[in-house]
């Protein structure tokens, strides 16, 4: 079966750090682009951050230079590093897969809650 589970996600002050956590059950992860999302209530879900297969990254103009993606292949994980977060840092989330940048994400986790104070 098809999983994706992120974790990492908690409550830290103005220009802390977190590392978030993707890992995937059920298939290879390193077949997958894998792509971190975030909501926030009455918001549209933002695109925050993407890996492809050959390691390209891609990055929201809200993070760049603040987060970093990468993957650990060997298991099966996509890491989202955070750093110097800001209140509007504040969302659940996701990660989600697709097989190229041709085709919609496929699957999705349930989320990780990042919650960041000033």
């Known amino acids: 079966q098809v999983n994706l589970v992120e974790s990492g996600g908690d409550s830290v002050q103005s220009g802390g750090s977190l590392r978030l956590s993707c890992v995937a059950t059920?298939?290879?992860?390193?077949?997958?682009?894998i792509g971190w999302f975030r909501k926030v209530p009455g918001k549209e879900r933002e695109g925050v951050s993407c890996?492809?297969?050959?390691?390209?990254?891609h990055y929201s103009d809200s993070v760049k230079g603040r987060f970093t993606i990468s993957r650990d292949n060997a298991n099966n994980t996509v890491y989202l590093q955070m750093n110097s977060l800001k209140p509007e840092d504040t969302a659940v989330y996701y990660c989600a897969k697709r097989q190229s940048s041709q085709i919609p994400y496929d699957s999705w986790g349930r989320g990780t809650r990042v919650t960041v104070s000033s």
């Open positions: 890996i492809d297969t050959d390691g390209n990254t």
């Open positions: 059920g298939f290879y992860l390193h077949y997958y682009a």
